[in-house]
């Protein structure tokens, strides 16, 4: 992993003594939400880290026991509150598979389409928060700016900007418009136009790249024993995509790349995200062109009852291995259905991240891990 | 000496209201014109509701800021921390005594002009240690000292090309900078030329380049600003103030961001004298005071164009974490400043033409931007990343390799 | 030394019952053995069976990136004595996993290094997850 020859920019990474605790409380500008970090430094040393979450926290999880699948799909909309179309896609495939239900492809390739739309929009927003709590104060409204764009489109197609109980067991909710096609093509222009602006804005300036190459180096093996998955892991070089290594709905049927880092700091997990942004649009228009007319859902009842059994899903969220398992005893409700959110991982791996940096990185690690704090508490 | 006499106490006190009124309605505009700017920049509009184009909106923010409650720290003691606000401004302000705006148009003209500025805009950084210390949260202190710490080193570059100008003009007085100079040494008079035909940017680049970034770090703007951003985690100075007085802190800022921006056009762009002066334009043709006024309205406008400049640099930079700010002035700019004052004296004493001061700053600074740039390149290696792409394994799965390796 | 591991399949999954007291040793030998090689840890859940069986059912999804396959280890634990041994020991990231349990179920993992509320307010009664739990009618603190 530091076979680049990076030098990491850590003094000390040895047990200094903690002199002063601060606390990053739970309201705080640059904690992407309700999270509280304890941090006990040694005047600027961080010495130990101690995240408090739990202020989201609405339990979904009890929730779900008593309302029915049409229901739950609004509920995972709110999980990971910034790629809905996403956490959907978890549960309807969960459901879907407890059935054996075959989604016609049309859905499919509409699912495939949104969801991917969904991650360039969540990275956008990384990439605009990330430079925001350095300071830089332009690519954040540049970014949204685009993002405006894909909810725009959103919008149209599902009726609402962000929480869009658009996906059906077996299926869509409903049909796109007829100008999607030709919608998307030139949204994926000038999305292209904006994700090079971003990166050409950030990447290789020289005070961005002094804050992030690094900072925040976790090896491989480490990040895989805590549970870390998504972009923060394959920045460490493990190349680990689920769309990849068990390739679920219609990824089979694309061509493209993953990135794969090899410094595992926090410049890495960022161009990681520009570069997956760019792959997502390719496998957009790969999708525009494969999808062809036909039907949007299979023929399910209106209350779906899966059958007794569990399953396991899991899918690739912008944030990393989004894992649904349900356990459905043949109810219209299910009997347990837990959430594996991918953030709740990565954050694990904070206090390992942070230890022996100073505390203006605090701020630049958190933000390069993406969390959403919706998911981390559900 | 002058007698002390009332008429000499009521002109003084006129004209430092004089000032001081100039002062506040330029940094009014100076807050509309950072906020159009960044909303330019950032592709929004603006101030734009209150008054045309929103010109009106940093009287808004005035009335504002006056109205707010005043609340302080109860363990703090009052008459220090009401006080560090003001010896912050009072030093900002008095710097404004000596600058020339045009021929003749300066409050009060000294013959250590420039020792004088330096010397007052070093006490503001004892308001600054005050506002820390008083508040009475620790991380407020540390703050507090913090900021000083950047401050004070940030204070050895400025000085030092302040220096190299001295040399060049051979006398401290700002209005020397511009007109020129003439000295006698025992029978030889030597001269020294003002601004009047290459301003001295020309002549020293790299003491232009130094001046400007010890001075964006000297106002404690991005991207030197880590001690606004540290009070959202540990407590800068400023933490504690609200209100009026927070109001007065944030006047010095903007009356401190002026002054850099005006000594660098007197000190590099021939304040209001290049590229020709408005006698020499308009000669008799207006009075002296219309060319007076003339001068000033161009030494203005350029120093607004510097101002703009670091308005800019707001807008695009993230900031740096403070233990590379310090390393970035103490590693990089101190020695570049002492380079260029060691070169500038070596031409003065050899009597040789400006233009070798020039053939040896550029050189310099290239070199320096060229080490800069390799070091970024080394770092922001993007090959760090690499794309891998789908194959199959023996067993019927997928997985990722790197592109290009063939399988 | 042997254990009594009772192998099944359900869908996709092979499906394997521990013994609840040895789940650690069990899951050490999962994670180190070549052969099985599961070093990812994906999921660590428990099910409620009070009210049918009086037992939790402790669920742990594990995954192996190198050979790619994956299996779900099963450990079933008494209502009345909900405790069984940590895996922080194996997989790190087993930590906040089992925090959460033991907030939502009661469920005590021996040897954890820090057992303390993590999604819920301080000073919360009950266990919520528990089936038991009600939805609505409960007394706020």
Known sequence: MTDSGITTNVIDKGQGLADMFINMGPQHPATHGVFRMELALDSELIVDATPHIGYLHRGSEKLFEHEIYSQIITLFDRLDYISNFNNELGLVMAVEKLMDLEVPDRAEYIRVILCELNRIASHLIFIGTFALDMGALTPSLYNFRDREKILTLFEATSGARMMHNFFRVGGVKQDVIKEFPAQVATLLDELEAGIDDADKMLSLGEVFVERTRGIGVIDGDVALDWGVSGATLRASGVPYDVRVEDPYSVYDRFDFGVPVGSAGDCWDRYYLRVLEARESIKIIRQALEQMEPGPIQTKVRAIARPPKGEVYVHAENPRGDFGVYLVSEGAESPYRLKVRPPSFCNLMALRDLLVGHYIADSVVILGSLDIVLGEVDR | ?407 | MPFEIDIGADLDEVVCRAPASHIDEIASILKSDERTSFKYLRLLCVVDYEEEEAAFDVVYHLYSLEHQHKMVLKARILAADPRLPTVTTVWRGADWYEREMHDLFGVEFLGHPDLRTLILPDGFEGFPGRKSFPLHDYDEF
């Open chain 2, 1 to 407: 000496m002058n007698e002390f006499n009332w008429t000499y106490v009521g002109v003084a006190v006129l004209g430092l209201f004089g000032l001081f009124s100039f002062l506040a309605t330029v940094v009014l505009s100076l807050t509309w014109y950072e906020r159009k700017m960044l909303a330019r920049i950032q592709m929004r509009s603006g101030p734009s509701r209150v008054g045309p184009h929103g010109l009106l909106q940093p009287i808004a923010d005035v009335f504002k800021l006056v109205t707010k409650e005043d609340i302080r720290p109860t363990n703090s003691s009052g008459l220090l921390f009401w006080s560090a606000p003001l010896i912050v401004f009072v030093s900002a302000f008095l710097v404004w005594l000596t600058v020339p705006f045009a021929d003749g148009a300066v409050v009060a003209p000294q013959e250590l002009g420039l020792l004088y500025i330096v010397a007052i805009s070093t006490v503001g950084i004892v308001g600054l240690l005050l506002a820390g210390y008083t508040s009475s949260s620790k991380y407020s202190v540390l703050g507090g000292i913090r900021a000083a710490a950047q401050l004070v080193s940030y204070e050895i570059p400025i000085i030092v090309v302040v220096l190299a100008i001295a040399v060049l003009v051979q006398s401290l007085d700002l209005r020397d900078v511009i007109l020129g100079n003439e000295v006698t040494i025992g029978e030889r008079v030597l001269s020294f030329d003002g601004q009047g035909a290459i301003p001295f940017a020309f002549i020293m680049p790299l003491g232009l380049i130094v001046f400007i970034l010890a001075g964006l770090a000297e106002l404690g703007r991005t991207p030197f600003d880590i001690h606004h951003a540290e009070s959202e985690v540990v407590g800068g100075p400023f933490l504690e103030y609200s209100g009026a007085h927070w109001a007065v802190f944030f006047l010095a800022e903007y009356i401190n961001t002026f002054v850099i921006a005006a000594l660098t056009v007197l000190l590099f762009f021939g304040g209001w004298s290049w590229p020709s002066p408005p006698e020499s334009v308009f000669g008799t043709a207006l009075e002296e005071w219309q060319t007076d006024a003339l001068g000033v309205g161009w030494f203005l406008f350029k120093t607004y164009m510097v101002v703009g400049l670091f308005f800019w640099f707001r807008g695009t930079y993230p900031r740096l974490r403070i233990d590379q700010l310090m390393a970035f002035g103490w590693k990089s700019l101190i020695p570049l400043s002492f380079v260029n004052f060691i070169l500038m004296s070596i031409v003065i004493f050899y009597e040789w033409p400006l233009w070798v001061m020039t053939a040896f700053s550029v050189p310099i600074l290239v070199l320096g931007l060229y080490i800069g740039s390799r070091r970024t390149a080394r770092l922001a290696d993007p090959t760090t990343v690499q794309m891998y792409r789908r194959a199959r394994r023996e067993d019927g799965g997928n997985k990722l390799i790197p592109e290009g390796s063939g399988d």
